[in-house]
């Protein structure tokens, strides 16, 4: 029973991530709505490239394989063990892959998410505009669930028009509930800890990101 709980709140777990990696990676949503061009950073741009962090994807694989170890007594447990097993681990394949093509990138006015090449990621799919946020635009930032043990990088912004604040995360993160204990409204953004959290709060310092 106690290893039926513990698969459930794993599956559950890997559930959650694959949601916050769903609305940051593909690419993050700020929703710009003007025309862009491709955005390339000249060698010579005084541009910070975060370097990448391989520990989540690493911690996913080895998850996976710690539920994808023989069972003594094979049961209907084991085959869930088994199946939440095969979970972490592509999700950490996943991972992996996002690490090695994405980039984070801080130059003198903005924080961005581009192509390893540091080449634009393209317009958004969902509702177009470049993934560059203004640091004068920030209004909090943080890891989640904790600094020391990062999953989720987080962020809120009032660069993206007001009108889709609320979309996703932001119906939560702009509540009443959430102003009342001190929130400030904002266009939410979650993404997995593919990049130095060290240096992403080093930077986040520097720039002058605003922080709750």
Not at 50 to 59: E, Q
Not at 164 to 191: I, M, T
Request: aromatic share 12%; charged share 20%; with cysteine.
């Amino acid at each position: 029973i106690n290893r039926l709980a513990m698969a459930s709140r794993v599956l559950s777990f890997a559930v959650a991530l694959l949601a916050g990696s769903t609305n940051a990676l593909q690419p993050l949503r700020t929703p710009l709505r003007r025309p862009i061009a491709t955005r390339r950073v000249a060698p010579t741009a005084l541009v910070d490239v975060v370097d990448p962090s391989y520990n989540l994807a690493l911690g996913a694989v080895a998850l996976g394989a710690g539920f994808g170890l023989p069972s003594r007594s094979p049961s209907l447990l084991s085959r869930i063990a088994y199946g939440i097993g095969a979970l972490c681990t592509l999700f950490g394949l996943f991972i992996a892959f996002q690490t090695t093509s994405l980039r984070f990138t801080f130059d003198d006015s903005s924080f961005a998410l581009v192509k390893s090449d540091l080449s634009s990621t393209g317009e958004n799919v969902v509702v177009g505009g470049e993934n560059v946020w203004r640091y004068d635009t920030f209004v909090n930032w943080d890891f989640f669930p904790s600094e020391s043990f990062p999953i989720l990088v987080y962020f809120k912004e009032t660069q993206t028009p007001e009108e889709f604040w609320n979309v996703g995360p932001g119906e939560q993160g702009n509540s009443e509930e959430a102003l009342a204990k001190g929130a400030k409204r904002g266009q939410v953004h979650f993404f997995p800890a593919i990049a130095r959290v060290d240096e992403l709060k080093a930077s986040f310092q520097a720039k002058g990101c605003a922080k709750l």
